[in-house]
Nanobody, 127 residues
Framework: QVQLVESGGGLVQAGGSLRLSCAAS????????MGWFRQAPGKEREFVAA????????DYADSVKGRFAISRDNAKNTVYLQMNNLKPEDTAVYYC????????????????????WGQGTQVTVSS
């Protein structure tokens, strides 16, 4: 089992940047593929980015491609989401998620595939 704690959210003006972090407990972080999702008020949760166990497999939602970058540091049990050129429509609670898998390059954009979720961190982008 793994516990996830997000940090790094906040209030930023449009065009600004934020870096989210998700720290995982336990010694087996490298066995988990990771993902970032977000949920805006009144909207369903949506996929943002995913990364494989190795870090080489990466996927992004079309809405964030070219602006966001996901990465991980298995030595620090942490996954990151660098968000640049933020837009008001990026305003949401951002969640990281983890799923244990034996496959080093497998990624998924499906929230239902993830078994562990953090509590979320609020990102607010003002216009």
């Amino acid at each position: 089992q793994v516990q996830l704690v997000e940090s790094g959210g906040g209030l930023v003006q449009a065009g600004g940047s934020l870096r989210l972090s998700c720290a995982a407990s336990g010694r087996t972080f490298s066995m988990y593929r990771m993902g970032w999702f977000r949920q805006a008020p009144g909207k369903e949760r949506e996929f943002v980015a995913a990364i494989s166990r190795s870090g080489f497999g990466i996927d992004y939602a079309d809405s964030v491609k070219g602006r966001f970058a996901i990465s991980r540091d298995n030595a620090k049990n942490t996954v990151y989401l660098q968000m640049n050129n933020l837009k008001p429509e990026d305003t949401a609670v951002y969640y990281c998620a983890a799923d244990r898998t034996p496959f080093t390059e497998l990624i998924t954009a499906q929230g239902g595939d993830y078994n562990y979720w953090g509590q979320g961190t609020q990102v607010t982008v003002s216009s």
